[in-house]
């Protein structure tokens, strides 16, 4: 994990680039039916079609479907690098590995960075590089009760066919941190995207209620607030959007022995962590993460302070030779 | 505390109200205020969108339906209706109560009924065009009273498409014998099968379906594959010594389908409609309609009629056959 680190900054460091060039083009336009109780005429009604179908096409590129073990969900890119907004009930936690859907039914590795557990807001990037097809921020936090908008997402699943799902509605309550509207939302949409009129996002979908009119979403000022720490891998808050991993919840997957050697690698569990990380019966265990190991309680005491999802680098002799390993903890 | 303060607390308030408020139920999408929008659409639906009723009192609707001759031909959904009788229905004010079912299209699920009256009806203008657009308005009959139809709307969503089946399969309703496994005779017909349908017997031996060879169950299996409930396969069997061809319509496999988590979601059995699926194309739009509200034409803002509701899908999904579908069908019925 610690090496993956620097790398990942160089990436943020130039999705702010991005973001922040496209700043002086936010927030100019307001959406006049917006300014409207309800639409009057044929021309008002007209006017939310037009701007409708004239933003469609730019943010339907960016709707993602996002693939986690047997769940799915939705989330959406916005920045030309590859990074997502989501749900942390997506996500389901920090360094997940995931698959990103585009449209065209190319599938993309991807990795879960920070969440808020008890707001639900989640980032994750693409891993390849690419140029991704992305969509505009609403930094302004301008949207409020009664403005129309719309949601697009993979309801049920990715379909290739079909593809997002777009439904229109208007901003029915405003809170800090959810916002409801009339925009019909399903399993499958969740992390999916709510844009404003001008295309601009201004939320994620989040979780439904039992009347039609209750469709929540977490608002987009939620994910400004905490950008940072979302970036920096951050698992926020102990709310009921994500588990927060608990300490001593990974493990290796081998037993072991002290010796005066050392700690010598007994039976491998197949298809374990560490076995999957080429680890062998007979290895002798030098040290972990550059400390030194030097019997099965020091090995015990430096688990329990990692969870299930860390990366351990193991200094291991084999037959005379010195091997670095590095070793993904499973889920206990 | 002075007056001045109690305005200046109640002014707070107020603005602490309006910012936590919420949007009243009249102005959101679907709310009164926002239909009289929609007030020239709404007056095709009033001549052309007939309420279907099967209660006997004409009380509560069963489905809607399409008017779609000046003589009182009426396109609905087949299985709301089916088996319920008697068969009414009101078209603006008018109830008609002499009724009879014409034609019925079970790939589509759609049965022509006809009004028996001298009254000339004012039938829906069929859209030219193939498709609607992703993010146009769509308006379909909601509620109804005994004078008024009244609109809810809703957005085209997606990508016209098939929509497959997800029963179990289907079945031409036949028992076959077990006892000798290179022939497959017909041990039992299912009653009111499509195998009954078509005079299947027992006895007949089955020789090939669908153009295919049967020498074993699978291959029966394999020619039925991918078929839809409604539609039919070719059928050659030898009965004695003489061998016979048949046309079998193939239906649903018996047994309650799956529901998933996002069927219960959208309200399960209550208000899904039971046949949603195996259509081989549809328009998805995103009108919150009740499961009685199918049936009926679905028109974009200049009042054409670019389809029929015919399945409310999902909590975020109503399909609708698309009108070049619609249009095929209603020539064929009416010829």
Known sequence: ?332 | MNTKGLMVVAMLMLSLMAAQGTLPANQRINGKLVWEAFESQRQVLQKSSAVIYTDGKSHVKTAYGVVVSEQGHVLTKASEIEGKTPISIRVGRDLFSEVEVVDIDDQWDVAMVKVKSDQVFTPVVLSEDDDVQQGNWVISNGSSSRSLRRVRVGIASAVTREIKSTSSGVVLGVQLGMDKEDVLEIKKVTPKSGAEKAELKEGDVLLSAGGRQLKERADLLQAMKGKNPGESLEIEVLRGKKKIKLDVELMARPGKPKMTRNDQMSGGENSLSKRRDGFPRVLHHDTPLTKSSVGGPLLTLDGICVGMNIARASRVATFAIPARELREMVTRMLK
């Not at chain 1, 973001?19 to 021309?43: D, Q, R």
């Not at chain 1, 399903?186 to 009129?197: A, K, T």
């Not at chain 1, 039976?267 to 002798?284: F, N, Q, S, Y």
């Open chain 1, 1 to 332: 994990m610690k090496k993956n680190l620097p790398e990942l900054r160089v990436a943020v460091a130039m999705t702010m680039a991005v973001i922040g060039s496209l700043a002086p083009s936010l927030g100019a336009k307001v959406f006049p039916l917006n300014e409207k109780k309800v639409p009057e005429s044929m021309e008002d009604l007209m006017a939310i079609q037009d701007a409708l179908v004239g933003s469609l096409p730019r943010v339907r590129k960016a709707t993602v479907s996002i693939k986690l073990g047997e769940g799915f969900g939705s989330g959406v890119i916005v920045s030309p690098e590859g990074l997502i907004l989501t749900a942390a009930h997506v996500t389901a936690g920090v360094g997940k590995e995931l698959t990103v859907i585009l449209n065209d039914g190319t599938e993309h590795k991807a990795l879960s960075m920070g969440l808020v557990s008890n707001t639900d807001a989640a980032m994750m990037r693409i891993t390849e590089v690419g140029e991704y097809p992305y969509v505009e921020m609403n930094k302004e936090n301008d949207y409020q009760l009664g403005h129309w908008i719309f949601a697009l997402g993979h309801s049920g699943g990715f379909d290739k066919e079909r593809g997002p799902v777009v439904r229109l509605g208007r901003i029915v309550k405003d809170s800090e941190t959810t916002l409801q509207t009339d925009c019909k939302v399903i399993g499958g949409d969740s992390g999916g995207p709510l844009f404003d009129m001008e295309g601009q996002l201004i939320g994620i979908h989040s979780r439904v209620s039992k009347t039609m009119e209750q469709n929540m979403h977490v608002p987009m000022r939620e994910y400004i607030k905490h950008w940072d720490e979302m970036e920096e891998n951050k698992f926020l808050g102990d709310g009921p959007f994500a588990k927060r991993p608990v300490k001593g919840s990974g493990f290796l997957g081998f037993g072991s022995s002290d010796t005066e050697e050392g700690v010598i690698v007994g039976k491998v569990l197949e298809g374990g962590p560490a076995d999957k990380a080429g680890i062998k019966t007979g290895d002798l265990v030098l040290g972990i993460n550059e400390q030194k190991i030097a019997d099965k309680a020091a090995l015990k005491a430096i688990l329990k302070e990692k969870t299930e999802g860390d990366e351990l680098e193991l200094s291991i002799s084999r037959k005379g030779e010195e091997l670095q390993i590095k070793v993904k903890l499973g889920k206990r």
